[in-house]
Every structure is written in C-alpha cells, then in structure tokens.
C-alpha cells in the first residue's frame, strides 16, 4: 500500500476519503489507484527527482496525482489553467516536466501546448476524465487515463521515497518560478510529509479523521495545504471544481465538513446571498475556516464572524514560506487588522531601509526566519533566490508591516508592484512586457485599482508612440492583444491613455502617482 495512506485503507476500507463532481472514491479504491499511478509513471520511465505536470481543475485524479508524487519521489509541478499555451509550455520546460496529465475540460490547451516549440518532449501525456467511447480523434497524442493505470499493479510499490509540489509562483522579473521549499524535496522518507501534515494540521487546529471542503483551485499552495495535508492524518477531501456561494453551504451541511480555507472574496459572495439561503444555513460541523491569501475587509470579516461564529481565523504567509502568523477570532476582534503572533517555528524581522531593525510599531520590510532551518529556493534562479535573503535562512515576501507592543503583526502596505485580485497574486513586469509589445505602445505601467468585489482589479496605463491618437477602439485593440499572451486574470480591464509616464531620473516607474488618485477616497490602500 502507498505508505501514507496505508491505516487508512485498513481501518476504515469503504469509507469516502475523497468527493468531487463526477463521484465518490473509497479509501481503499484510492489507495489502489494511488499506487496503480506509482506504477505506471515509474513504467513511463519517470525516475525519484524527475518532475511531471498536471492541468487539472479540482477532481479526484489530481489528488490520486499528488499521493503518487508523494511516495514515488517526484516533483509535482500544478499548472493554472488559466494560462495560455505559451505560459504553460515555458512551465514544462523550466520545470524539466517529463509527463503531463491534462484535465478533458482543458484538452485544446493541452493540444496548443504540445505544438509549442518551447514545450520539452514528455514520456507520456496522459487525459484525465475522458471515456473512450467520446474521446476524439484528433487526440491520438493523449493516452486515457483509466487505460494508463488499467495494466499497472495494485500492489504496494517497492522503495517508496518522498516527492511533493513544485508550485509556481509570479515574480516581479516577469516570468513564473518554481518554489523549491520543504515540501519540494525528493528522495527522503515519506514518513517525512506525514510529520510536516500532522505538525501543521495540529498548529491549525484540524482535526484528524474529519472532512475538508476545498472549493479554490488545488494548483495554489494554500488550497492545496489545506486540503491534502489534513488528508495525511486521515481527512476526507470534498471539491468542487468552481466555488458557489449557496452550494458551499449546502456542501458544508451536508457532508458534516470540519474545516476549509477560503479567501475574502468568497466571503463576501456568501454574505451576499439571500436572507432565506443565509437562515437556512447550520454550519455546526465546522470547527475551523482559515482564511489568506488576500487582505480581508474588516466588515467583511465581521459580518462573517458574527454569521459563522468564532470558527474563523487568518493566517499570513506564501508559497515560499508556508505560514508565518496566525489570529484567531477571538484576537482579530481585540485587535481588528492584525494578522496575528508568528507561529512556534518562525520569526519575524522588521527592517528599515537603513538596514537597522525598526523599532516597535515602526514599520519596515518583513523577513522571515524559520525556526527548524527550512528556507526555499527559486528553481533555476539563484538570483531571484538571493534576492529574497537577507542571509540564508531569512527571507521576505516584500511585504511592509509592523509588530505591535504585544508581538501581532499588522501590514501597512506590500509591495507596490503585486496586485491581489479575488486571492490571486498578479505581478504587473510581464503584462507591462506584452503591452510595450503593442506596436501603438512606448511605455507601459500596470497596477491595482479598487474592485468592490475582488479586492483589485488589472489597470493599464500607457504612453503611446509618436503620431498615434488614443480612443476606445485602440484600448480594445490593446486589451485584445494582451488577452493574445497572457492568461485571462492577467488582462488589463481597462487602459488609461497617458500623455506621459512619471519615472524618476534613474528611470524609475513612479506607479504611485499614476495609482494614488483611484485609492484616495477609498479609506484603504491595498
């Protein structure tokens, strides 16, 4: 049995370990096909330390997925599928994918990809959910998945060793990374992660053996710890591909879920149902809902608290330092904004521009330390690594806070240049690349502009070549040509034509003068 879930498989064999759109997986039947998987990747010449991709939207296969990176010594690189062709193929490439396992709900972007020059030559493509009888022929390149694993072993593969994600993340040079953390190593025991799922679960109060409700897209850290960690210690796995307000409570009361991560967004979805759906809801199987990813409102999480009670907490974090601050209701509602204490195993610097260390409730740059020594690295970028480090081991996300009297951790700002629209992290340097692509465009300036319901929205600011008039259907063209490029939550929603772009002497971009005036009356600044 794959090492991991082996107690599980034993000790409650017919239960549900994982729920999603299509259908219900036993624990043993997930089990066998974990291990089914191990078999055939290792039969398609993957070998420990090799990395394969997925794009997938949330589905049991991606958890199947996951489980067999984890025991088979593989990295597992999630694609968003948000993406275009170009982005995922430079994924594959940079990643040094040798297996790709494309969801069918995404197979002509799984098509484009494979005709990319950059995309490297793969050892399998494999389709997930497709059935035989309806899968086309235009896809010879692809092999069904349930034919992948049909010949392959229900035993229990020999030499199991630890694999585990390789999430990519943008950055502000462009181009997405991937995140080489503590999680992201392969070869050692996988009784390793099952230490890393029950330290974190225990730190963030899930229980074991009690159901999660994953309703974010699994190829983002956060979803991805909060769902398939809590399975190590024997949770089940709900999912649902998109997330809909009236049917998470639904899905909530009706599986007895005990715990799920959410992002600001949702909650204000949520609060906007009726009356009526918002009555009907129980909600007393829950014994924790974690939110992040995206600054909440404090109304917003209010009114959330005093609809779900003090189950809610916050934490903040990233994908390169896992969680660093933790809040529970009880301390938000003393101390309203604060992100809370750092955990047991992290540390907090705050540092002044000079260097020096701020002085309480003085602001300054957060670096991280981890207190168990583990840090990160940026895949093929030891520059983009060192960057990030004060010294090895300290490290920040470029956030600006402060700590207060007591220790909580409050943000006065983040950096300027990433935007946070609906919990995702947009960095503007590559969407500002394809817009000085434009023929029509010489200078180029993206940033976030306030969106009631996602938090920020994609503005683009350009200055336009000689000779060249503005007006709404040159904005269109642009827009069009960056939907060409970029995946679609990177699209500037709108273009603001500027005479000229403020820069500095040193040709620095002087954002803040182009963003300011869309924030002044807002009452907040990110």
Same mark, same amino acid.
């Given at each position: ?24 997986t036993s624990w043993t ?25 997925? =794009? ?255 189950? =809610? ?149 350009v200055e336009l070549a ?11 063209e642009i827009i069009a ?46």
């Amino acid at each position: 049995m794959a090492a991991l879930f082996a107690p599980f498989a034993e000790d409650k064999p017919d239960d549900i370990a994982l729920v999603d759109d299509f259908g219900e997986t036993s624990w043993t039947d997930f089990n066998s096909r974990v291990n089914q998987l191990i078999h055939a990747l290792r039969g398609a010449g993957l070998e420990v330390g090799d990395t394969f991709s997925v =794009i997938s939207g949330n589905r049991r296969e991606y958890i199947e997925a996951f489980a067999a990176a984890s025991h088979g010594g593989w990295l597992l690189a999630p694609v968003n599928w948000h993406l275009v062709a170009e982005e995922v193929a430079y994924v594959l490439a940079d990643s040094g994918s040798k297996a790709l396992l494309v969801d069918t709900r995404f197979i002509e972007l799984g098509e484009a990809t494979l005709e990319q020059a950059e995309c490297p030559n793969l050892n399998a493509v494999i389709i997930i959910g497709a059935e035989a009888s309806n899968f086309a022929e235009e896809t010879e390149s692809f092999t069904l998945y349930e034919d992948f694993i049909a010949d392959a072993s229900k035993a229990e593969p020999e030499n199991q060793t630890l694999g585990g994600p390789m999430f990519y993340t943008s950055g502000t040079t462009g181009k997405p990374k991937g995140v080489k953390s503590g999680l992201s190593q392969t070869g050692a025991p996988v009784e390793t992660l099952k230490m890393i799922g029950e330290g974190l679960s225990g730190m963030l109060g899930i229980e074991p053996g009690g159901k999660s409700l994953l309703v974010g897209p699994i190829y983002h850290s956060a979803q991805w710890a909060f769902s398939f960690l809590p399975l190590l210690s024997g949770s089940s796995i709900v999912m649902r591909h998109k997330f809909d307000a009236g049917e998470t409570l639904t899905l909530i009361d009706q599986h007895s879920i005990t715990n799920t991560h959410l992002v600001p967004t949702q909650f204000t979805r949520m609060l906007r149902l009726t009356e009526d759906e918002k009555k009907a809801f129980k909600g007393d199987s829950l014994t924790v809902v974690w939110h992040g990813a995206a600054p909440c409102p404090p109304e917003i999480k209010k009114q959330m608290i005093a609809w779900w009670g003090p189950v =809610i907490s916050e934490y903040y974090g990233s994908t390169e330092g896992a969680i660093v601050t933790t809040v529970n209701s009880e301390d938000w509602l003393n101390r309203p904004g604060t992100l809370g204490k750092p955990t047991a195993v992290t540390e907090i610097l705050v540092i002044k521009e000079d260097g020096t260390t701020a002085p309480t409730g003085e602001p300054g740059q957060l670096y991280v330390r981890n207190l168990m020594g583990s840090d990160f690295e940026y895949h093929n970028d030891p520059e983009k690594t060192e960057k990030a480090h004060l010294e090895p081991g300290v490290y920040t996300f470029g956030d600006i806070g402060y700590l207060d009297e007591d220790g909580y951790l409050f943000m006065s700002d983040r950096k300027i240049d990433m935007i946070i629209s609906g919990g995702v992290n947009i960095y503007p340097a590559e969407i500002e690349a394809v817009l000085i692509g434009h023929p029509a465009v010489m200078d180029a300036a993206v940033f976030g502009i306030p969106n009631d319901e996602f938090g920020e929205e994609v503005k683009g600011a350009v200055e336009l070549a000689a000779g060249i008039e503005p007006g709404e259907q040159l904005e269109e063209e642009i827009i069009a040509h960056c939907r060409e490029h970029l995946a679609g939550f990177k699209i500037p929603r709108s273009i603001d034509f500027e005479q000229t772009l403020p820069r500095h002497p040193t040709g620095k971009l002087l954002k803040r003068l182009l963003r300011d005036k869309y924030w002044q009356d807002t009452g907040r600044n990110i």
